[in-house]
């Protein structure tokens, strides 16, 4: 297959169009939504959307019990899926969660979020990765700027970008505690990185991500472009969805406010992985969901 | 002299209670203050003031063109005086720039400034440490949780709290370009820190403090007693005025846009430095002004 988002190919990094729909359902169809054309003009433009209180307080404080009854359950797990902080032993993130957990599975295949994701992709769709983050107060580490698709493009093989992030807030989030940072519009540019993907990188990517990292020069140039740089805040039982291919990082947390969130990747059935772009072999299944597709999708 | 604010002896922290007025001069006296009855209410009450739109344009413009200037002056220059990041040789701050630059000494000196600091501090004042602070985009450190006065107190032989920051804001603040964050009210009390000081503590301390680092149980109750944290932001020519002792620290700046200020502290002329209350040497001029008060006061 062409490889029409090449990146870690040049030793100069350079900024391509995107080829693919923001939204991938016609916009003469915005009325079949379940958004607003207000809600739709935004994450066309900006490339994400907050939703406040999308979720009802009992919910929230469901989902709340629900990931610190599973961090507890893993404390003593020796799992690849189970990411602990570099310099604590900390969980940081708990992976595959709509698979290996009944609870967080009904939670995925929400009827509300399926409606919405469907829209976006156009598609029926499918849940190419999920995972707990814990970022407790004090010790939440930074995450640099990276585009998602970026990593799932040239690790995974994801052909085109007609996928989303759904992130649930979980915690209170303020413009201090190591929130989600969006550049917006920069899901229109593809930033195509300088340097190789080496075997196995994910191990250490997921603590700190040392390839598919952007140039300052581009990170500059898509934040002129953008106007600024946005900073969803909320109460816990918001959600944020953006597209794959919107630039993000996150701060650390110095504050005593926790930051955790459930964190969900939808993709278009049409758009399943094919070989790594890198040429490297796959990245694991927790990661990046192959072969539990089927099963997945006949859960909706 | 008595050490009423005793930290570094203990192997527990603890929060005493604030023995100094936040305001020295009698509120009764407001009606002659080049503040508002709101400010100071809002300064006494939380430890921090911030004024927008305090230097006009031009002002503002010819401070972001003195400290390009002085930086480029002291590129290649070996000096204590001289901040370099750890990771990179380039120039994080300039200290002493109030005695060592004319220009400086006279924004120092500025009537404006005068009126305020003196009426806060309730007498005659003199500055104990000035900087410029350069925190580029992508590459500024955080900086974490303390108050001033601890270092100052302990380090510096500063007996009482009747001393001011003022931080002169010479990029635009947003929230996300690593911003000063203050635990407001935080002002009233003193955390003292466990651990002792070692000799020369300054050479490390200025990069990333490691003694008089405030615990994490002591900021989460002065966080929950102010009920919160505050991030003031703000265009390029305001100002931020805090109290010695009001607990702040600034995140990572990920972002293009840098965060450069000037950044002076007055101290009361009846507060001069005794001894060290760690009973180690002083540290140097440049960083806590002894032998220079009465010129710098006679230059009012």
């Known amino acids: 297959m062409k490889d029409l ?4 190919k040049n030793d100069q990094p350079e900024i391509l169009d995107r080829k693919d729909p923001v939204i991938h359902t016609e916009r003469s169809q915005d009325d079949q939504a379940p ?21 009802s307080k009992e919910e929230v404080v469901n989902m709340q019990k629900a990931i610190f009854e599973l961090q507890d359950a893993n404390r003593d797990v020796t799992s690849d ?7 604590s032993e900390d969980i940081r993130s708990i992976f595959h969660v ?22 976006l992709l156009g598609s029926d769709v499918y849940i190419h990765q999920s ?24 690790e995974d093989g994801m052909p085109r970008m007609r996928a989303v992030s ?3 807030a979980l915690s209170d989030n303020y413009t201090f505690n190591g929130p989600l940072m969006l550049i917006p519009g920069s899901q229109n540019y593809y930033v195509s990185c300088v340097g190789a993907t080496p075997e196995d990188n994910y191990k250490e990517s997921l603590k700190k991500q040392k390839f598919g990292v952007p140039d300052e020069d581009s990170l500059r140039w898509l934040t002129e472009q953008g106007g600024g740089i946005s900073v969803p805040t909320g109460k816990a039982g918001s959600i944020t969805l953006f597209e794959s291919n919107t630039m993000h990082g996150s701060t650390s947390n110095m504050t005593p406010y926790p930051r955790n969130n459930l964190f969900m990747v939808y993709n278009s ?8 772009f890198s040429g490297s072999k796959p990245r694991p299944e927790y990661i990046a969901v192959r072969e539990g597709i089927r099963t997945l999708t006949s859960a909706k």
């Open 81 to 87: 899926k189970v990411i602990r902080e570099p310099e």
């Open 166 to 168: 759904l992130s649930i």
């Open 269 to 276: 059935v049409e758009n399943a992985l094919v070989e790594p």
């Open 5 to 8: 988002y090449p990146s870690r």
């Open 98 to 119: 709509h698979n290996d957990d009944n609870y967080f599975k009904e939670v995925a295949y929400d009827q509300r979020i399926m409606d919405i994701v469907n829209h």
């Open 35 to 55: 958004l607003s054309k207000e809600q739709l003009d935004s994450y066309e433009k900006n490339g994400f959307l907050q939703i406040e209180n999308f979720f």
């Open 131 to 154: 995972r707990i983050n814990y970022k407790p107060g004090f010790k939440g580490k930074e995450f640099d700027w990276h585009s998602d698709f970026e990593t799932w493009h040239t």
